[in-house]
């Protein structure tokens, strides 16, 4: 441990640019602490010493011919054609001049930076910090372990669903749909992203008929189905949904987090008696261009230290743009102590409907995860508890390491899945 | 006006598909509300007449070779080479699914679309909101017309400067250079968006020094000089700290509304008894890739409803990537007005020494402005206040239609400026 004052918080970027790398990674360095496009007077070599950020390391990767992003300006006295150097590269920063303050790191690491002429591409791909941002943010409440003992669920992934029709069902529509799923056996249902307190439903209204389903279920079976209402808006409204659902007998909420931003999930986080389902659209804004943003590796630990007990990463095959290996890497680094914990569930979804559980336990060997399902549950040919058997049986052949195709003759619902369903790709 | 279940959001979007724009253009709209990768049975016809959001234009744009962001599918029938169509569509969201939640909304407009595989580029461009919002949000608390009277300024930019060293300063030193600046003229300074609550300067005890050069400074002279302190942080600090700069009689507060969030700027805009200068640090991930993000246009509005009275824009001829006419736009996207009014001071900032003035009147005709310079103040021949004399000087020659240099001639310390910053583009 060092002491005060001589602590770092340490950041990984790509960079892309026309300058040389050396100069770049410092123009990024010295923008991000004591920089100006002047010299200034109070800038003491002293002052400097202290609080200047410092390039550590740079690893040349490949040149290219064009600037990925627009508006970097080449150094005029080039010679020849320009080229774009791409590299990693890691600057440290003084812990001293940003404290344990969630928002200020994220304006230090990830802030003006992204406008800089000397740079074509700028990607912040990880962060390393301090103990004490473990010391300010208690970080997730519930995690992985208070999930699995909410819904009662272990040694396989909690299987969930989305309300769908994402939006437009009433409260009742929205109960009664619960009251199918729960009977058929679902661990956690969700709202949708684009449903949270909407004038057709408003939240409290749909609390009281959801849980009136679900607690009577409770009653009935001893299993009770975690919901994660969605309460994304302002902080008021949030805390007052909290309770509503709290009082109900509601076990999760969901909050739309780049939508509500740090400080408000901090906020929630501060209050809440209940995990925090943490959805992550918008995400493609920040990381499907490969030359800007921010990788989830970085995301993901603001995040944590914000409190969400879990997080949203896609699935394998999955609907969207994002490729396999990207959906692995995510679920390795949710799954990647920080502070020795701050333990936090991968919620797999996006077009998954069981027959991808295979390869996504063969990649990341655990079944610490949410699956999420759609119309594999809803419109499974036997129905929605049919539907559920066979997401179960998929995790089991998964577990098991038997070849989906073989389990499946002595499990029929696997076998309806996979007929309906299944184009199975490897 | 339109009745509660008719009234809709309008988004219009930047999209480069290899589908048929029409399917894309649909793909967005049904993500967007009803959608799910198959059908299920509660999605009625009624549901999706009444919950569905619609395509309602779609203007053609060039098409290109090559997809500009990768994990697009082209569709598999597709006879000879893949090309990407660009075009603008504008989509309109029936605003009952939404209600007047700020966070929901950007997860309705700019949420799961950007992972679309049936898009190779989205941006938002622009948004068009029902009165509902403005029922909400009260916007803007000061504004341009409260600012100028906090700060006695008219009929001119209000002129500004950054603490610089950005970080590092003890609260004494900064103290000791708001004195500097504050005698020789200056009418606004704003902590550096670095520069929060640090322990080697916490907020507190950096309130009290700068606040007591403040007041003796308009004890003396009557006028009060507008210190934006940088509060961000989580909710509870910030009104912590909103309360230390209100009872030392400071006037401006400032947060990095990005790394702040939308729930955590409104909760301190409800809370606040003072103008919040709203620095956009990180903006250049949200738009420098030309086909990924929102456009300006579109994210003001959603900071003016959150309730900054300050905006950020970069300036003319900027130390950073942006281009001019992109700085033009976004000052004229915060002089128009919102549900008739939502007032908000265009910030210029970012390499601006004076001879940026004459340029930014003649394409904005405004002087609605926060004008901030750095080195042009500090680094004057003549000291800094001679710096703002030049500065001064810069913006009565550009109102009255003088050039520069002509009006230099009788104008010394702008001549001093010009001779020492400037290598005049024009």
């Known amino acids: 441990m060092t002491g005060r004052g001589t602590e770092r918080i340490i950041a ?12 770049a990674a410092e123009a990024i360095a010295g923008e991000q602490s004591s920089g100006t496009f002047l010299p200034v007077p109070g800038e003491t070599e002293e002052l400097k010493n202290r609080a200047r950020a410092r390039v550590e390391k740079i690893t040349r990767l490949e040149t290219v011919d064009s600037p990925s992003l627009p508006g970097s300006r080449a150094p005029t006295s ?14 440290s920063y003084p812990f001293d001049n940003v404290g344990a303050n969630l928002p200020t790191l994220l304006s230090t ?3 003006n930076l992204y406008e800089l002429s000397q740079l074509s591409g700028l990607k912040l791909l990880d962060i390393k910090l301090p103990q004490a941002f473990a010391k300010r943010f208690p970080g997730p409440q519930f995690g992985i372990s208070g999930t699995r003992k909410l819904t009662g669920v272990y040694d396989r992934p909690i299987i ?45 209204d749909r609390v009281k008929p959801v849980m009136r389903e679900i607690n009577r279920l409770a009653d009935r079976t001893g299993k009770k189905v975690m919901y994660a209402f969605n309460i994304s808006d302002e902080t008021d409204a949030m805390l007052e949904h909290h309770d509503a659902v709290l009082n109900a007998g509601g076990t999760c909420l969901m909050v739309s987090i780049n939508s509500v931003g740090l400080a408000g999930v901090t906020h929630l986080r501060r209050h809440s008696q209940l995990p925090i389902h943490g959805h992550r659209n918008g995400w493609g804004l920040y990381t499907r261009c490969p030359q800007l943003g921010i990788d989830f590796a970085a995301y993901q630990k603001l995040w944590r230290l914000a409190g969400v007990d879990h997080l949203h990463v896609n699935g394998l095959q999955n609907k969207y743009w994002e490729p396999d290996e990207s959906v692995v890497r995510s679920i390795k680094a949710l799954l990647t102590p920080m502070f020795g914990g701050y333990e936090v569930m991968p919620v797999v979804s996006s077009g998954q409907w069981g027959g991808q559980a295979p390869e996504t336990y063969r990649l990341t060997q655990t079944v610490d995860l949410m699956y999420l399902a759609g119309g594999g549950i809803m419109a499974h040919p036997g129905g929605p508890a049919a539907g559920l058997r066979g997401l179960k049986q998929a995790w ?4 098991q390491g038997v070849p989906l195709g073989e389990y499946a003759k002595t499990h029929p619902e696997l076998q309806q899945t996979i007929d309906k369903f299944g184009k199975l790709r490897r």
């Not at 990984?12 to 100069?23: D, L, M, Q, S």
């Not at 020849?80 to 990693?88: D, E, P």
């Not at 619960?178 to 709202?191: M, Q, Y």
């Not at 089991?396 to 577990?399: D, L, N, P, V, Y």
């Open 160 to 204: 969930g669903t989305i309300v769908k029709p994402s939006v437009g069902l009433s409260p009742e529509q929205t109960a009664d749909l619960v009251r199918t799923l729960g009977e058929a056996g679902i661990d956690f249902i969700k709202d949708d992203e684009l449903m949270a307190n909407p004038p057709h439903s408003p939240l409290k």
């Open 78 to 91: 080039n010679g020849g054609a320009v080229k774009y150097q791409r590299a990693h590269v890691v600057i």
């Open 12 to 23: 990984t970027y790509f960079v892309e640019t026309p300058h040389p790398i050396e100069a």
């Open 109 to 111: 690491v990830a802030g």
């Open 396 to 399: 089991e052949a998964a577990i």
